[in-house]
Protein backbone atom coordinates (compact mmCIF):
# COMPACT_ATOMS: atom_id res chain seq x y z
CA UNK A 1 0.00 0.00 0.00
CA UNK A 2 1.60 3.47 -0.72
CA UNK A 3 2.03 5.98 1.90
CA UNK A 4 1.27 9.45 1.47
CA UNK A 5 2.20 12.35 3.62
CA UNK A 6 -0.68 15.34 3.63
CA UNK A 7 0.61 18.44 4.73
CA UNK A 8 -2.67 20.58 5.63
CA UNK A 9 -4.90 17.68 5.61
CA UNK A 10 -7.14 18.95 8.15
CA UNK A 11 -8.06 21.98 5.89
CA UNK A 12 -10.72 22.35 3.46
CA UNK A 13 -9.21 20.83 0.14
CA UNK A 14 -6.77 18.47 2.01
CA UNK A 15 -9.56 16.64 3.92
CA UNK A 16 -11.86 16.02 1.04
CA UNK A 17 -8.05 14.93 -0.98
CA UNK A 18 -7.43 12.61 2.38
CA UNK A 19 -10.90 10.86 2.22
CA UNK A 20 -10.31 10.12 -1.85
CA UNK A 21 -6.41 8.93 -0.99
CA UNK A 22 -8.36 6.58 1.81
CA UNK A 23 -10.89 5.70 -0.31
CA UNK A 24 -8.83 4.88 -2.91
CA UNK A 25 -6.46 2.23 -0.70
CA UNK A 26 -3.75 4.81 -0.16
CA UNK A 27 -2.49 4.73 3.40
CA UNK A 28 -2.33 8.91 4.68
CA UNK A 29 -0.20 10.68 7.11
CA UNK A 30 -1.48 14.21 7.80
CA UNK A 31 0.62 16.94 9.24
CA UNK A 32 -1.27 19.99 10.56
CA UNK A 33 -0.82 22.74 13.13
CA UNK A 34 -4.42 22.99 13.40
CA UNK A 35 -3.79 26.98 12.59
CA UNK A 36 -7.05 27.09 10.21
CA UNK A 37 -8.73 23.83 10.89
CA UNK A 38 -9.93 22.09 13.98
CA UNK A 39 -9.11 18.48 15.21
CA UNK A 40 -13.27 16.94 14.63
CA UNK A 41 -11.93 16.71 11.00
CA UNK A 42 -10.20 14.08 11.72
CA UNK A 43 -13.74 12.36 13.05
CA UNK A 44 -15.54 12.95 9.86
CA UNK A 45 -12.85 11.33 7.51
CA UNK A 46 -12.88 8.58 10.02
CA UNK A 47 -16.53 8.72 9.59
CA UNK A 48 -16.60 8.56 5.86
CA UNK A 49 -13.73 6.01 4.83
CA UNK A 50 -13.77 4.20 8.15
CA UNK A 51 -10.34 4.96 8.41
CA UNK A 52 -9.05 7.28 11.29
CA UNK A 53 -5.55 8.35 9.54
CA UNK A 54 -2.66 8.94 11.43
CA UNK A 55 -2.34 12.54 12.52
CA UNK A 56 0.67 14.99 14.19
CA UNK A 57 0.48 18.18 14.80
CA UNK A 58 3.26 19.24 13.44
CA UNK A 59 4.19 22.78 11.66
CA UNK A 60 6.04 22.70 8.32
CA UNK A 61 8.36 25.65 9.12
CA UNK A 62 9.76 23.72 11.88
CA UNK A 63 12.14 21.56 10.42
CA UNK A 64 13.30 20.02 13.63
CA UNK A 65 9.99 18.59 14.02
CA UNK A 66 9.12 17.68 10.71
CA UNK A 67 12.91 15.48 10.55
CA UNK A 68 11.72 13.80 13.17
CA UNK A 69 8.32 13.07 12.22
CA UNK A 70 9.74 11.44 8.88
CA UNK A 71 12.56 9.50 10.24
CA UNK A 72 9.17 7.85 12.35
CA UNK A 73 7.09 6.99 9.40
CA UNK A 74 9.91 5.66 6.65
CA UNK A 75 8.82 4.39 3.33
CA UNK A 76 6.42 7.53 2.67
CA UNK A 77 5.75 7.75 -1.66
CA UNK A 78 4.95 11.11 -2.09
CA UNK A 79 3.60 14.74 -0.47
CA UNK A 80 0.58 16.23 -0.94
CA UNK A 81 1.48 20.06 0.17
CA UNK A 82 -1.33 22.21 1.10
CA UNK A 83 -0.30 23.81 4.10
CA UNK A 84 0.12 27.60 3.47
CA UNK A 85 -1.53 30.59 4.67
CA UNK A 86 -4.12 31.34 1.99
CA UNK A 87 -6.33 34.99 2.97
CA UNK A 88 -5.45 37.01 0.35
CA UNK A 89 -6.15 40.57 2.20
CA UNK A 90 -3.95 38.80 5.55
CA UNK A 91 -1.51 38.50 3.39
CA UNK A 92 -1.39 42.18 2.08
CA UNK A 93 -1.72 43.34 5.88
CA UNK A 94 1.17 40.28 7.11
CA UNK A 95 3.40 39.55 4.12
CA UNK A 96 6.22 38.57 6.03
CA UNK A 97 4.08 36.06 7.96
CA UNK A 98 2.58 34.68 4.32
CA UNK A 99 6.39 34.43 3.31
CA UNK A 100 7.71 33.12 5.96
CA UNK A 101 5.00 30.35 6.30
CA UNK A 102 4.82 29.20 2.94
CA UNK A 103 7.96 29.62 1.68
CA UNK A 104 9.96 27.99 4.45
CA UNK A 105 7.56 25.12 5.06
CA UNK A 106 8.14 24.36 0.87
CA UNK A 107 11.78 24.77 1.17
CA UNK A 108 11.84 22.15 4.37
CA UNK A 109 10.17 19.50 3.04
CA UNK A 110 12.08 19.80 -0.42
CA UNK A 111 15.30 19.76 1.58
CA UNK A 112 13.95 16.40 3.79
CA UNK A 113 12.53 14.92 1.01
CA UNK A 114 15.69 13.50 -0.50
CA UNK A 115 17.05 13.00 3.02
CA UNK A 116 13.81 10.60 3.75
CA UNK A 117 13.95 9.30 -0.09
CA UNK A 118 10.44 11.10 -0.63
CA UNK A 119 10.26 11.16 -4.49
CA UNK A 120 6.76 12.87 -5.52
CA UNK A 121 5.58 16.07 -4.55
CA UNK A 122 2.07 17.44 -5.75
CA UNK A 123 1.84 20.98 -4.84
CA UNK A 124 -1.38 23.17 -4.44
CA UNK A 125 -0.85 26.06 -6.94
CA UNK A 126 -3.18 28.59 -7.97
CA UNK A 127 -5.12 30.43 -11.21
CA UNK A 128 -4.28 33.17 -9.06
CA UNK A 129 -0.18 33.00 -10.93
CA UNK A 130 -2.22 34.28 -14.66
CA UNK A 131 -3.84 37.67 -13.31
CA UNK A 132 -6.38 38.87 -15.50
CA UNK A 133 -5.18 36.40 -18.43
CA UNK A 134 -5.75 38.18 -21.92
CA UNK A 135 -7.01 34.81 -23.38
CA UNK A 136 -10.08 32.86 -21.96
CA UNK A 137 -10.28 29.90 -21.06
CA UNK A 138 -6.55 30.09 -19.69
CA UNK A 139 -4.45 27.09 -20.72
CA UNK A 140 -1.07 26.21 -18.76
CA UNK A 141 0.92 28.08 -20.97
CA UNK A 142 -0.56 31.38 -20.59
CA UNK A 143 2.25 34.07 -19.11
CA UNK A 144 2.51 33.91 -15.28
CA UNK A 145 1.58 38.01 -14.84
CA UNK A 146 2.65 39.48 -11.74
CA UNK A 147 1.17 39.14 -8.52
CA UNK A 148 -1.45 41.14 -6.97
CA UNK A 149 -1.00 40.06 -3.51
CA UNK A 150 1.82 38.63 -1.36
CA UNK A 151 0.14 35.63 -1.09
CA UNK A 152 -0.38 34.93 -4.88
CA UNK A 153 3.75 35.81 -4.96
CA UNK A 154 4.48 32.63 -2.41
CA UNK A 155 2.25 30.72 -5.00
CA UNK A 156 4.19 31.87 -7.69
CA UNK A 157 7.60 31.78 -6.03
CA UNK A 158 6.81 28.45 -4.56
CA UNK A 159 6.17 27.18 -8.53
CA UNK A 160 9.99 28.79 -9.24
CA UNK A 161 11.39 27.35 -6.29
CA UNK A 162 10.08 23.27 -6.90
CA UNK A 163 11.23 24.14 -10.67
CA UNK A 164 14.63 25.26 -10.01
CA UNK A 165 14.58 22.05 -7.63
CA UNK A 166 13.52 19.36 -9.44
CA UNK A 167 15.21 20.75 -12.39
CA UNK A 168 18.68 20.54 -10.38
CA UNK A 169 17.85 16.87 -8.96
CA UNK A 170 18.07 15.90 -12.27
CA UNK A 171 15.72 12.51 -12.00
CA UNK A 172 15.48 12.03 -7.93
CA UNK A 173 12.29 14.56 -7.69
CA UNK A 174 9.43 14.67 -9.45
CA UNK A 175 6.87 17.38 -8.84
CA UNK A 176 3.40 17.90 -10.30
CA UNK A 177 1.99 21.83 -9.66
CA UNK A 178 -1.77 21.98 -9.86
CA UNK A 179 -3.38 25.64 -10.15
CA UNK A 180 -6.83 25.62 -8.69
CA UNK A 181 -9.99 27.64 -9.81
CA UNK A 182 -11.98 28.15 -7.20
CA UNK A 183 -13.06 25.12 -5.11
CA UNK A 184 -16.49 25.41 -3.91
CA UNK A 185 -18.89 23.19 -2.13
CA UNK A 186 -18.27 20.37 0.56
CA UNK A 187 -18.56 16.21 0.65
CA UNK A 188 -21.84 14.61 -0.33
CA UNK A 189 -21.74 13.02 3.20
CA UNK A 190 -21.84 17.09 4.75
CA UNK A 191 -19.24 15.35 7.58
CA UNK A 192 -16.37 17.31 5.82
CA UNK A 193 -16.21 21.19 4.40
CA UNK A 194 -15.57 24.36 4.63
CA UNK A 195 -14.23 25.63 8.45
CA UNK A 196 -14.24 29.30 7.65
CA UNK A 197 -12.06 31.45 10.49
CA UNK A 198 -14.12 34.88 11.43
CA UNK A 199 -15.66 36.03 8.72
CA UNK A 200 -15.17 34.52 5.25
CA UNK A 201 -13.55 36.40 2.54
CA UNK A 202 -14.31 33.92 -0.36
CA UNK A 203 -18.32 34.01 -1.85
CA UNK A 204 -19.76 30.67 -1.05
CA UNK A 205 -19.07 30.66 2.99
CA UNK A 206 -20.74 34.14 2.96
CA UNK A 207 -23.22 33.15 0.93
CA UNK A 208 -24.48 29.93 2.97
CA UNK A 209 -23.63 31.79 6.19
CA UNK A 210 -26.27 34.84 4.71
CA UNK A 211 -28.58 32.26 3.84
CA UNK A 212 -28.31 30.86 7.32
CA UNK A 213 -28.76 34.23 9.03
CA UNK A 214 -25.55 34.33 10.70
CA UNK A 215 -24.24 37.23 8.09
CA UNK A 216 -27.57 40.06 7.85
CA UNK A 217 -26.34 40.39 4.03
CA UNK A 218 -23.67 39.23 1.27
CA UNK A 219 -22.17 42.14 -0.53
CA UNK A 220 -21.68 41.98 -4.04
CA UNK A 221 -18.39 43.30 -5.06
CA UNK A 222 -19.20 45.53 -8.51
CA UNK A 223 -21.76 45.17 -11.47
CA UNK A 224 -20.02 47.12 -13.37
CA UNK A 225 -17.66 44.87 -14.78
CA UNK A 226 -17.34 43.82 -18.38
CA UNK A 227 -19.44 40.88 -18.04
CA UNK A 228 -22.71 40.03 -19.29
CA UNK A 229 -24.66 40.87 -15.76
CA UNK A 230 -21.30 42.97 -14.73
CA UNK A 231 -20.61 40.74 -11.73
CA UNK A 232 -17.33 38.95 -11.99
CA UNK A 233 -16.58 35.25 -13.43
CA UNK A 234 -14.98 32.93 -11.79
CA UNK A 235 -14.65 28.78 -12.60
CA UNK A 236 -15.89 27.39 -9.72
CA UNK A 237 -15.05 23.54 -9.31
CA UNK A 238 -16.67 21.26 -6.83
CA UNK A 239 -14.13 20.46 -4.07
CA UNK A 240 -14.35 16.58 -4.57
CA UNK A 241 -13.54 16.80 -7.80
CA UNK A 242 -10.90 18.62 -7.02
CA UNK A 243 -9.80 15.89 -4.65
CA UNK A 244 -9.67 13.45 -7.06
CA UNK A 245 -7.47 15.07 -9.36
CA UNK A 246 -5.11 14.77 -6.52
CA UNK A 247 -5.00 10.78 -6.25
CA UNK A 248 -4.62 10.99 -10.11
CA UNK A 249 -1.43 13.16 -9.37
CA UNK A 250 -0.23 11.17 -7.27
CA UNK A 251 -0.66 7.93 -9.27
CA UNK A 252 0.75 9.25 -12.20
CA UNK A 253 4.39 9.88 -10.19
CA UNK A 254 4.18 6.80 -8.37
CA UNK A 255 3.40 4.77 -11.55
CA UNK A 256 5.40 7.09 -13.53
CA UNK A 257 3.27 7.50 -15.99
CA UNK A 258 5.17 10.36 -17.51
CA UNK A 259 8.22 10.70 -18.21
CA UNK A 260 8.57 14.75 -17.39
CA UNK A 261 9.62 15.22 -14.19
CA UNK A 262 7.20 18.24 -13.48
CA UNK A 263 4.23 19.25 -14.70
CA UNK A 264 1.74 21.87 -14.35
CA UNK A 265 -2.20 21.50 -15.02
CA UNK A 266 -5.21 24.16 -14.29
CA UNK A 267 -8.02 21.74 -12.39
CA UNK A 268 -11.50 23.59 -13.07
CA UNK A 269 -14.67 22.78 -15.15
CA UNK A 270 -13.74 25.20 -18.08
CA UNK A 271 -17.14 27.33 -17.49
CA UNK A 272 -17.32 29.83 -15.95
CA UNK A 273 -20.29 31.84 -13.43
CA UNK A 274 -21.33 35.02 -12.32
CA UNK A 275 -21.37 36.03 -8.75
CA UNK A 276 -25.14 36.64 -9.59
CA UNK A 277 -26.01 33.40 -11.18
CA UNK A 278 -24.00 31.82 -8.18
CA UNK A 279 -26.22 33.58 -5.90
CA UNK A 280 -29.34 33.14 -7.85
CA UNK A 281 -28.44 29.10 -8.88
CA UNK A 282 -27.96 28.41 -5.26
CA UNK A 283 -31.72 30.44 -4.34
CA UNK A 284 -33.26 28.37 -6.64
CA UNK A 285 -31.47 24.78 -6.16
CA UNK A 286 -32.11 24.71 -2.05
CA UNK A 287 -35.16 27.24 -1.85
CA UNK A 288 -33.55 29.78 0.47
CA UNK A 289 -33.69 33.46 0.18
CA UNK A 290 -29.39 35.22 0.42
CA UNK A 291 -30.44 38.91 0.70
CA UNK A 292 -27.50 40.73 -0.86
CA UNK A 293 -26.39 44.17 -1.67
CA UNK A 294 -24.20 45.50 -5.12
CA UNK A 295 -21.75 47.70 -3.38
CA UNK A 296 -18.23 48.91 -5.04
CA UNK A 297 -15.53 46.55 -6.44
CA UNK A 298 -13.10 44.46 -4.22
CA UNK A 299 -9.51 45.83 -4.63
CA UNK A 300 -7.29 43.59 -6.42
CA UNK A 301 -10.17 41.68 -7.84
CA UNK A 302 -9.93 39.92 -11.61
CA UNK A 303 -12.37 40.75 -13.66
CA UNK A 304 -13.38 37.10 -15.65
CA UNK A 305 -10.82 34.10 -15.22
CA UNK A 306 -11.34 30.48 -16.01
CA UNK A 307 -10.03 27.43 -17.32
CA UNK A 308 -9.00 25.46 -20.50
CA UNK A 309 -8.99 21.90 -18.35
CA UNK A 310 -7.78 20.42 -21.37
CA UNK A 311 -4.40 19.04 -20.55
CA UNK A 312 -5.91 18.13 -17.16
CA UNK A 313 -8.86 16.73 -19.12
CA UNK A 314 -6.22 14.31 -22.10
CA UNK A 315 -2.91 13.55 -20.04
CA UNK A 316 -4.67 13.09 -16.33
CA UNK A 317 -7.56 11.64 -17.44
CA UNK A 318 -9.81 13.09 -15.57
CA UNK A 319 -12.55 15.79 -15.47
CA UNK A 320 -14.81 17.92 -13.11
CA UNK A 321 -17.94 16.10 -12.84
CA UNK A 322 -20.46 17.41 -10.20
CA UNK A 323 -22.96 19.95 -11.50
CA UNK A 324 -22.89 22.94 -9.76
CA UNK A 325 -26.60 22.35 -8.89
CA UNK A 326 -24.94 19.65 -7.00
CA UNK A 327 -22.24 21.08 -5.90
CA UNK A 328 -24.27 24.14 -4.21
CA UNK A 329 -26.14 21.88 -2.66
CA UNK A 330 -23.45 20.26 -0.69
CA UNK A 331 -22.05 23.84 0.19
CA UNK A 332 -25.81 24.38 1.86
CA UNK A 333 -25.94 20.87 3.14
CA UNK A 334 -22.55 21.08 5.08
CA UNK A 335 -23.70 24.83 6.93
CA UNK A 336 -26.68 23.14 8.11
CA UNK A 337 -24.84 20.29 9.55
CA UNK A 338 -22.36 22.51 11.04
CA UNK A 339 -26.05 24.82 12.38
CA UNK A 340 -26.73 21.42 13.98
CA UNK A 341 -23.37 20.45 16.11
CA UNK A 342 -23.68 24.59 17.26
CA UNK A 343 -27.19 23.51 17.92
CA UNK A 344 -26.01 20.24 19.71
CA UNK A 345 -23.15 21.85 22.00
CA UNK A 346 -25.14 24.79 22.95
CA UNK A 347 -27.85 22.00 24.50
CA UNK A 348 -25.19 20.28 25.62
CA UNK A 349 -24.07 23.35 27.98
CA UNK A 350 -27.21 23.71 29.10
N1 LIG B 1 -17.34 38.08 -3.82
C1 LIG B 1 -18.40 38.91 -3.50
N2 LIG B 1 -18.75 39.04 -2.19
C2 LIG B 1 -18.09 38.38 -1.19
C3 LIG B 1 -17.00 37.54 -1.53
C4 LIG B 1 -16.66 37.42 -2.86
O1 LIG B 1 -19.01 39.52 -4.37
O2 LIG B 1 -18.45 38.56 -0.02
C5 LIG B 1 -16.97 37.93 -5.24
C6 LIG B 1 -15.56 38.41 -5.54
O3 LIG B 1 -15.57 39.79 -5.82
C7 LIG B 1 -15.20 37.54 -6.72
C8 LIG B 1 -15.97 36.24 -6.48
O4 LIG B 1 -16.96 36.55 -5.54
O5 LIG B 1 -15.70 38.12 -7.88
C9 LIG B 1 -15.09 35.12 -5.92
O6 LIG B 1 -14.40 35.64 -4.80
P1 LIG B 1 -13.57 34.69 -3.80
O7 LIG B 1 -13.00 35.57 -2.75
O8 LIG B 1 -14.42 33.55 -3.38
O9 LIG B 1 -12.46 34.10 -4.75
P2 LIG B 1 -11.32 34.84 -5.57
O10 LIG B 1 -11.51 34.42 -6.98
O11 LIG B 1 -11.25 36.27 -5.31
O12 LIG B 1 -10.04 34.21 -4.90
C10 LIG B 1 -9.86 32.83 -4.95
C11 LIG B 1 -9.08 32.36 -3.72
C12 LIG B 1 -7.66 32.88 -3.75
C13 LIG B 1 -7.03 32.58 -5.06
C14 LIG B 1 -7.88 33.10 -6.17
C15 LIG B 1 -7.34 32.73 -7.50
O13 LIG B 1 -9.68 32.81 -2.54
O14 LIG B 1 -6.95 32.20 -2.74
O15 LIG B 1 -9.18 32.53 -6.08
O16 LIG B 1 -7.97 33.46 -8.48
F1 LIG B 1 -5.83 33.19 -5.15
Known amino acids: MSKILVTGGMGYIGSHTVVELQNSGFEVIIIDNLSNSSIEVLTGIEKITGIRPDFENIDCVDYVNLDRMLESRPDIDGIIHFAASKAVGESVEKPLLYYHNNLVSLINLLQLMPIHKIRNFVFSSSCTVYGQPDELPVSEQAPIKPACSPYGNTKQICEEIIRDTVHAARNDYKAILLRYFNPIGAHPSALIGELPNGVPNNLLPFVTQTAMGIRPELKVFGNDYNTPDGSCIRDYINVVDLARAH ?104
Open 247 to 350: VVAIKRMINQVSTANIETFNLGTGRGLSVLEIINSFERVNGVKVPYQIVGRREGDIEQVWAAPDFANKALGWKALETIDDTLKSAWAWEKHLAEVKAEKENGHE
